[in-house]
């Protein structure tokens, strides 16, 4: 593909519900992230894979966030027993580097917890 | 939390004039970048300026990093109704290890 995608595209979860959000990066990247942005807000990190070792989930708010990315390419991030707290836009990227720079972003996935 | 700090919150223009927009951070960095996010859409990235930097240019845009007082502006030059967005900065510092988006700016242009 000629992006980054995720879907869905829009959530709607009752609260206590386990939810599953899917990225499918640029082919051939490296480096994929999981970024959080309340509205107004500028993105937040979540969690950074290189391939499929997950380097750092410093910013995964609680033990209910769980990401995965098994075979280096597509990842998963799962958030358990959602609260309405956890109700944001959820941005993936992905890059050709090792490092942080320029990230190609997906369009996210806008989530609401009623 | 967000260590990038952006002014203004909003900002407002008629076609044809620039765009200034600011970036504060508060440690030290490797880099920084600026991002532009249509709405509902996700980030593009726009251009990076490395720490021994102190000015870019690309396209219509300029970048100026001053990293003594830990800030950086973004000009848009002859701005269109196109580059209505929210823009934003983002670092990362010496270690590597922590990567940090602003607060942002709304710039709306006007046709």
């Known amino acids: 593909g000629a992006g980054v995608s995720q879907s869905p595209r829009y959530k709607v979860a009752k609260r206590g519900q386990d939810v599953a959000l899917r990225c499918d990066p640029i082919s051939g990247h490296v480096s994929l992230f999981w970024y959080q942005q309340a509205l107004g807000q500028g993105p937040e990190f979540l969690t950074y894979?290189?391939?499929?070792?997950?380097?750092?989930k410093s910013g995964l708010p609680s033990d209910r966030f769980f990401a995965e990315r098994p075979e280096g390419s597509v990842s998963t991030l799962k958030i358990q027993r959602t609260q309405q707290e956890d109700s944001a836009v959820y941005l993936c990227?992905?890059?050709?580097?090792?490092?942080?720079?320029?990230?190609?972003f997906g369009p996210g996935t806008r989530l609401l917890v009623l | 939390s967000q260590q990038g700090e952006e002014d203004p919150q909003a900002l407002s223009i008629q076609e044809g004039e620039n765009a200034t927009m600011n970036c504060s951070y508060k440690t030290s960095i490797n880099n920084l970048q600026w991002y532009r996010q249509n709405s509902g859409r996700g980030l593009v990235h726009l251009i990076l300026i490395r720490s021994n930097e102190r000015e870019k240019h690309s396209g219509r845009l300029r970048v100026t990093l001053d990293t003594s007082k830990k800030s950086s502006s973004l000009l848009i030059t002859a701005s269109r109704a196109a580059d209505t967005a929210s823009y934003f900065c983002?670092?990362?510092?010496?270690?590597?290890?922590?990567?940090?988006f602003g607060t942002g700016t709304s710039l709306t242009v006007i046709p």
């Open positions: 894979f290189q391939n499929e070792a997950q380097l750092d």
């Open positions: 990227a992905s890059s050709s580097t090792t490092s942080w720079e320029t990230q190609y």
């Open positions: 983002a670092t990362d510092d010496v270690t590597g290890n922590q990567f940090y």
